[in-house]
């Protein structure tokens, strides 16, 4: 039986497959990519061919190029890779976000990419994966970091909503594009109008083609009616923040929607009314729930991340 040593390197390009002859989300152009999720540091241009989760291909080729050289796999089915069987496993991060399953010659490795434990209203939820070797995230790795459930975070939103509405003002949620954007959208339905920028409508539109249902929203543009934005719902994305754009809106009452938002100070950071600790990544206790339930032997842990900030993807 080989060992994660023969199996998988870890290389000034990213993790490499030797006997596979493949990277697991690359930093830099290589001749064969697997791709955990759509993120744009997890999925790079540049790459000769892409293989990803059926749900993030076309997202993939949204963000990346719509001419790529992309296959894809559905979850559990496995493709043969030069003697390595690769396959997709839900993370539960945002849609089509994948745990990359390596096995060869009995030994399994398994790559989590970026996950999250608590299921929301629309990813698919985390499976764990049993394997020698797990290779973990660890971006909200600290205990102060535990989440609500999906429940109390839409009661929460949507109160939140409610209270502006009756002061007359318009809720402006900010989340990035890909994930956070569309978990606001599951958390609002019904709650009221929902608006979204041009980058958010956009990358719906892509999800829309994976034969995925989304929430109805609108979009939302520069030259739309104020009035027709009053007491609305609008989602957008945090480079916005104190743009021209914001300040065209009517009334508005804006909060940042992040796991960093879960230490109370990281709310005084910029200059908005709220901030909600909504994460698409493990809380403390969902790091440790999923590295114990692989049964790992060996446990890699990847620190991405070197300071809070609410513009992250957290």
Same mark, same amino acid.
């Given at each position: 039986?080989? $060992?994660?040593?023969?199996?998988?390197?870890?290389?000034?390009?990213?993790?490499y497959?030797?006997?596979?002859?493949?990277?697991?989300?690359?930093?830099?152009?290589?001749?064969?990519?697997? !791709?955990?999720?759509?993120?744009?540091?997890?999925?790079?241009?540049?790459?000769?061919?892409?293989?990803c %989760?059926?749900?993030?291909?076309?997202?993939?080729?949204?963000?990346?190029?719509?001419?790529?050289?992309? &296959?894809?796999?559905?979850? =559990?089915?496995?493709?043969?890779?030069?003697? +390595?069987? @690769?396959?997709?496993?839900?993370?539960g991060?945002?849609?089509?976000?994948?745990?990359?399953?390596? =096995?060869?010659?009995?030994?399994?490795? @398994?790559?989590?990419?970026?996950?999250?434990?608590?299921?929301?209203?629309?990813?698919?939820p985390? =499976?764990?994966?049993?394997?020698?070797?797990?290779?973990? =995230? $660890?971006?909200?790795?600290?205990?102060?970091?535990?989440?609500k459930?999906?429940?109390?975070?839409? /009661?929460?939103?949507?109160?939140? +909503?409610?209270?502006n509405?009756n002061? &007359?003002?318009t809720?402006?949620?900010?989340?990035?594009?890909?994930?956070?954007?569309?978990?606001?959208?599951?958390?609002?339905?019904?709650?009221?109008?929902?608006?979204v920028?041009r980058?958010?409508?956009?990358? &719906?539109?892509?999800?829309?083609?994976? #034969?995925?249902?989304?929430?109805?929203?609108k979009?939302?543009?520069? *030259?739309? *009616?104020?009035?027709?934005? %009053?007491?609305?719902?609008? !989602?957008?994305?945090?480079?916005?923040?104190? $743009?021209?754009?914001? /300040?065209?809106?009517? &009334?508005?009452?804006?909060?940042?929607?992040?796991?960093?938002?879960?230490?109370?100070?990281?709310?005084?950071w910029?200059? @908005?009314?709220?901030?909600?600790?909504?994460? *698409?990544?493990?809380?403390?206790? #969902?790091?440790i $729930?999923? @590295?114990?339930?692989?049964?790992?032997?060996?446990?890699? +842990?990847?620190?991405?991340?070197?300071?809070?900030?609410?513009? *992250?993807?957290?």
């Open positions: 039986m080989v $060992s994660e040593k023969q199996l998988i390197k870890f290389t000034k390009k990213g993790i497959c030797p006997q596979g002859k493949f990277y697991l989300d690359p930093w830099y152009p290589v001749d064969h990519a697997i !791709i955990s999720h759509g993120h744009a540091d997890h999925a790079r241009w540049g790459m000769k061919r892409y293989l %989760q059926h749900k993030s291909k076309a997202i993939l080729q949204h963000r990346i190029g719509s001419d790529i050289n992309i &296959n894809s796999l559905d979850y =559990e089915e496995t493709l043969k890779i030069n003697g +390595v069987s @690769v396959s997709f496993h839900p993370a991060h945002v849609i089509g976000s994948a745990q990359i399953r390596l =096995e060869h010659q009995g030994y399994v490795v @398994v790559f989590s990419g970026d996950y999250k434990i608590q299921p929301d209203l629309i990813s698919t985390f =499976e764990p994966v049993k394997c020698h070797t797990f290779i973990t =995230e $660890s971006t909200f790795g600290l205990p102060v970091y535990n989440w459930t999906e429940e109390q975070l839409q /009661k929460e939103l949507q109160d939140w +909503v409610k209270t509405q002061n &007359n003002r809720s402006v949620f900010f989340g990035y594009s890909l994930g956070k954007a569309q978990r606001l959208m599951s958390l609002l339905d019904g709650c009221d109008e929902m608006y920028h980058a958010i409508h956009n990358l &719906n539109e892509a999800i829309l083609k994976s #034969g995925i249902d989304l929430p109805k929203t979009l939302w543009s520069a *030259d739309l *009616d104020k009035k027709k934005l %009053q007491n609305k719902i609008i !989602i957008a994305p945090p480079a916005l923040l104190g $743009s021209k754009m914001l /300040k065209r809106i009517p &009334n508005a009452a804006t909060a940042i929607c992040s796991g960093w938002m879960q230490i109370r100070g990281n709310r005084r910029q200059s @908005v009314d709220a901030g909600f600790a909504v994460s *698409d990544h493990a809380d403390w206790n #969902g790091l $729930s999923a @590295v114990k339930a692989t049964e790992a032997e060996q446990v890699y +842990v990847c620190l991405l991340y070197t300071s809070p900030s609410p513009r *992250d993807r957290g």
